[in-house]
């Protein structure tokens, strides 16, 4: 469920305002995501825009805390917008901003993230 803090009616003015900069951020980070891979990435199987790599971060990596804080700010649930991006869904609103092939995109970067962690876990478990 979806409880986004600017549709509330009660809300301050100031605390609106600092919800749209974070869903602002979201979307960017959703945008960069789903950036088709270059021929290159597609080659190689992993993901080399940095962009892209920044926003795998901030879902799934380093910085999906603050992923997290944001998505608890602004009344969304941080795992079911991860599943819905794994599943070539934006939370079940097909966006216009969001085709097909943005979908695509998105779920390649994912499971090349996926098989890169996995990777490096092994190794790590090896040595």
Same mark, same amino acid.
């Given at each position: 469920?979806?409880?986004?803090?600017?549709?509330?009616?009660?809300?301050?003015?100031?605390?609106?305002?600092?919800?749209?900069?974070?869903?602002?951020?979201?979307?960017?980070?959703?945008?960069?995501?789903?950036?088709?891979?270059?021929?290159? @990435?597609?080659? +190689?199987?992993?993901?080399?825009?940095?962009?892209?790599?920044?926003?795998?971060? !901030?879902?799934?990596? #380093?910085? %999906?805390?603050?992923?997290?804080?944001?998505?608890?700010?602004?009344?969304?649930?941080?795992?079911?917008?991860?599943?819905?991006? @794994?599943?070539? +869904?934006?939370?079940?609103?097909?966006?216009?901003?969001?085709?097909?092939?943005? !979908?695509?995109?998105? #779920?390649? %970067?994912?499971?090349?993230?996926?098989?890169?962690?996995?990777?490096?876990?092994?190794?790590?478990?090896?040595?």
């Amino acid at each position: 469920m979806i409880d986004l803090i600017t549709t509330r009616a009660d809300v301050d003015e100031q605390i609106a305002a600092y919800a749209r900069l974070l869903i602002a951020g979201i979307v960017q980070a959703t945008r960069d995501l789903a950036v088709p891979p270059s021929e290159s @990435e597609r080659r +190689r199987e992993i993901n080399i825009n940095d962009d892209a790599v920044e926003s795998l971060q !901030f879902f799934f990596g #380093r910085r %999906r805390k603050l992923f997290e804080h944001y998505c608890h700010l602004i009344g969304i649930e941080p795992d079911a917008y991860r599943r819905n991006l @794994e599943n070539g +869904r934006a939370m079940d609103v097909k966006f216009p901003l969001y085709t097909d092939q943005h !979908f695509r995109a998105m #779920r390649l %970067r994912i499971r090349w993230w996926k098989a890169c962690r996995e990777a490096v876990a092994k190794a790590e478990a090896t040595t």
